[in-house]
């Protein structure tokens, strides 16, 4: 009995102790994001203003896990998730070698960036929908994995190679803001939109509900998804 409780322990130890530690990790490159957007934000708006003070670029903070940058009609929001997680074993991540070699590298602090409009949120138009654009896993040895869709134009899937860097978090953070601008709203087919219910109407719903292209996200090799 000692000895498998001793044995528990000791599992237990040395993956809270990794977990900690990539928490601290993610929660590190989660603060340079923020600094990193701040700055792009005030260079766009630099630039943007003077041309046409009517086109909104703004940064706003949330709390210490989200922060938001508004572009025009684009709001991307930016989360930190706060716990720690693994993957399958089938999941391409987890069948590399250099994941392989140690299991505190199986474990992952998370990054999410997301695309919604800027007025879905400010009017509560609860049932618009949000893209994800980007994920941010970050390990033990703030070495990172990028999944993206497929207009973020990035590749950073050999995590034994991609360090975290101020200028690979700044190639993210454009990148999103770009895949964003430039996928454009599509209205609704006319068919679509010929009732609209006394909730709808109540809920202060809008009859014709405008949504994102779409973006192409390419989780795993060889799956895309609309």
């Known amino acids: 009995m000692e000895d498998r409780l001793d044995a528990i322990f000791e599992g237990l130890k040395q993956k809270s102790s990794a977990k ?3 928490y601290r990790n993610t929660k590190t490159t989660f603060d340079k ?7 792009l934000v005030k260079r766009l708006s630099q630039r943007v203003t003077p041309l046409d003070d009517t086109v909104v670029v703004e940064y706003r903070d949330v709390n210490e896990l989200e922060f938001h940058i508004k572009i025009s009609g684009d709001l991307l929001i ?3 998730h706060s716990n720690i997680v693994t993957f399958p074993d089938d999941y ?6 250099y994941v392989e070699e140690d299991f505190k590298r199986r474990f992952f602090g998370h990054i999410m960036a997301y695309n919604f409009m ?14 994800l654009l980007g994920r941010l896993l970050v390990n033990i040895e703030n070495h990172f994995y990028l999944e993206g869709v497929d ?7 050999d995590i034994e190679k991609n ?18 601008v430039n996928n454009d709203l599509m209205a609704q087919e006319l068919d679509d939109i010929r009732k609209i219910t006394v909730k709808q109407k109540l809920d202060n719903q809008q009859v014709s509900r405008t949504q994102k292209v ?3 996200f390419s989780y795993e090799a060889g799956h895309t998804h609309d």
């Open 163 to 180: 360090e975290i860097t101020d200028e690979n978090l700044l190639l993210m953070v454009e990148s999103a803001v770009i895949a964003s």
């Open 20 to 22: 900690q530690a990539i």
């Open 78 to 80: 930016f989360v930190m």
């Open 214 to 216: 779409g973006f192409n």
């Open 151 to 157: 207009q973020m134009n990035l590749d950073y899937q």
């Open 118 to 131: 800027a007025d879905s949120i400010k009017y509560n138009r609860m049932n618009d929908p949000g893209y």
């Open 33 to 39: 994001l923020r600094t990193i957007s701040k700055d």
């Open 92 to 97: 391409d991540l987890m069948k590399s070698d």
